[in-house]
C-alpha cells in the first residue's frame, strides 16, 4: 500500500470512477479552492488539492445510498493501493451531517474541504443567475447575501461554510474570496 498519491495518479483514478460531468466540474472546483487555501494556511497544496479533487470519488457508484458515501471512496482508493489515513479522514468527514453518517469533523483539513467543497455549489448557482453567466465580477458581498438566502442553492450546506472562521481560523470573507479567485483560474473549463 502507498502512503502517497501524485496528481497523475489521482487523475487516473478520478477519470476511471467519476464520470458524471457535474460531478466532475464540481471536484475540479474543490480541487482548485482547497490548493488556494492550502497555500494561504501554509499547507501541502498538492495534498489538498488531490483531496479536494477525490472527496466524491464515489458519487458515480453508491446509486444515492449516502450511507456509502465517503466510506466507498476511502474503498475504492485502497483497492487502488493506497493507504492515506489523513485524506481519507478527511474525505469521510466531510459526510457528516448526512442522515446515514455519524461522521465527525475534526482537523483543520476536515472543516477546509467540508466548507470548500459546498461553497462550490453557492458560487455556481450564483453565476447561473448572473446574465452573463460568467464569474468575472462575482463579488464577496454578493455570495455572503446568499449565503444568508437559504432558499437559494438550498442543498449548500452553510454551517460548513461558516464554520471556516471559528473551526479553520480563517475570514469567511477571505474564504469566499480565495473560492471565486480559484474558480476563476478554472472559469473555461468549468464554464463560467
Known sequence: MKDKITYEQAKKIWN???????LR???RESEVIMRKLANHFGEDEEFWGIT???HDLDMDSINKDYSLHGKKTVEILKEEGYNIPEMFD???AHTEGLKESDAKRKTRLDYVLAAAENITGLISAYVLVRPDKKIEGTKVKSIT???K???FAASVNRQFINDINEKAGMDRSIFIQ???????EIADEIGM
Open 16 to 22: 476511471k470512477y467519476l464520470k458524471t460531468e457535474y
Open 25 to 27: 466540474l464540481h471536484t
Open 52 to 54: 479536494g479533487l477525490l
Open 90 to 92: 478527511a474525505i469521510i
Open 145 to 147: 447575501k446568499k449565503i
Open 149 to 151: 438566502d437559504k432558499a
Open 178 to 184: 480565495l473560492s471565486i479567485d480559484a474558480m476563476k
